[in-house]
Nanobody, 126 residues
Framework: QVQLVESGGGLVQAGGSLRLSCAAS????????MGWFRQAPGKEREFVAAISWGGQSTEYAFSVKGRFTISRDNAKNTVFLQMNSLKPEDTADYYC???????????????????WGQGTQVTVSS
């Protein structure tokens, strides 16, 4: 069992920045990959970024590459999503997720993930 709690969402103007955090508990955090997804109203949940178990490998959706950075602190059981140059189309609920396969490299597919957080809302005004 893994518990994931996101924080850091909020309202920001276009061009601004936010940093999301996701605190994990319940399993050995340093052994599994993590991902961030988002879901806008009326749309399907989509991949944003993923990071391998040790942080050595990352992947990004094309729409956020160069603006968002995923990172992790295994000593604090936390994964982060630094979001810069935010656009109104980034408005969504953001979810972190855990892929419990040992020493995973990260995955873009929802089906890879075993546990999800409750989400944090990000609103970008124009």
């Amino acid at each position: 069992q893994v518990q994931l709690v996101e924080s850091g969402g909020g309202l920001v103007q276009a061009g601004g920045s936010l940093r999301l955090s996701c605190a994990a508990s319940g399993r050995t955090f340093s052994r599994y990959a993590m991902g961030w997804f988002r879901q806008a109203p009326g749309k399907e949940r989509e991949f944003v970024a993923a990071i391998s178990w040790g942080g050595q490998s990352t992947e990004y959706a094309f729409s956020v590459k160069g603006r968002f950075t995923i990172s992790r602190d295994n000593a604090k059981n936390t994964v982060f999503l630094q979001m810069n140059s935010l656009k109104p189309e980034d408005t969504a609920d953001y979810y972190c997720a855990a892929d419990l396969r040992d020493y995973g490299l990260g995955c873009r597919t929802l089906a890879c993930y075993d546990y999800w957080g409750q989400g944090t809302q990000v609103t970008v005004s124009s």
